[in-house]
């Protein structure tokens, strides 16, 4: 799993922002790493990536090589990144098409970019989206599958795992359904050791004022809570 790179965001009501000239550098080291010193992504059969802008170029220029091999790429709303400010709320694919003719945006749903349903900024949603893209990956026939996508929606939604920029992590699925990190990237703190280790919780992120998480709400009422951090990786 791939995490975009530096983007031109001088404050987070500018508009699904592009990379920075230093973002593209980035997908450039990134490009010869996974190339040169990842053994496994030559064994990519599928790259799938969030439709925002920055996620677009990080896959062109981080995972072009693999394009160029006729390695084929899935667009998928459901990878976006989980807040609603400008910055993390992407552009209708109407817009994206004449300067993405190398993506197909087929597969993506056609209620992006809103931010609601199953995209609400919310942890229950979040988490939700979360566990449906874990299952839909562990369903696909594909054994390796690059996932490009955002920091927060990885963290929080989807592997419990930090993302610097321009990094990676390789998991496998376990008997259960659980994603587990390969100890290189682990760690190392990521394939380029860029990322940040430990572990983070849905109380990381900086959900909307007097929003609650299901842990903070029973605190809040007392209720017993339960201490495994697996259990917010929901099958």
Not at 35 to 51: G, K, M, W, Y
Not at 137 to 160: C, D, Y
Request: charged share 30%.
């Amino acid at each position: 799993m791939l995490r975009r790179v530096i983007t031109l965001r001088i404050n987070f009501d500018l508009p699904d922002p592009v990379l920075t000239a230093w973002g593209h550098q980035q997908c450039k080291e990134l490009a010869d790493s996974l190339e040169n010193d990842c053994a496994i992504a030559s064994s990519t059969e599928l790259i799938v990536t969030s439709p925002m802008r920055r996620t677009l170029q990080t896959t062109r220029d981080g995972l072009g090589w693999l394009m160029k091999r006729g390695v084929p790429v899935q667009v998928r709303a459901e990878w976006q990144e989980n807040s609603d400010k400008p910055c993390d709320v992407g552009t209708a694919v109407s817009l994206l098409e004449p300067a993405n003719l190398d993506f197909s945006f087929d597969t993506v749903d056609p209620n992006y970019p809103a931010k609601t349903g199953r995209y609400t900024f919310s942890p229950e949603a979040v988490l939700q989206r979360g566990a449906d893209c874990r299952a839909w990956l562990r369903a696909r026939p594909e054994k390796v599958i690059a996932v490009v996508s955002h920091s927060g929606f990885l963290r929080v939604g989807v592997s419990n795992c930090g993302f610097g920029n321009a990094d990676f992590r390789v998991f496998d699925f376990d008997k259960d359904g659980r994603l587990v990190e390969w100890e290189e990237t682990r760690i190392n703190g990521g394939g380029l050791g860029r990322s940040e280790p430990g572990y983070f919780g849905v109380e990381s992120s900086p959900w909307p004022k007097g929003m609650k998480t299901r842990k903070q709400k029973k605190e809040a009422s007392n209720e017993a809570v339960d201490e495994d951090p697996k259990t917010e990786q929901a099958v």
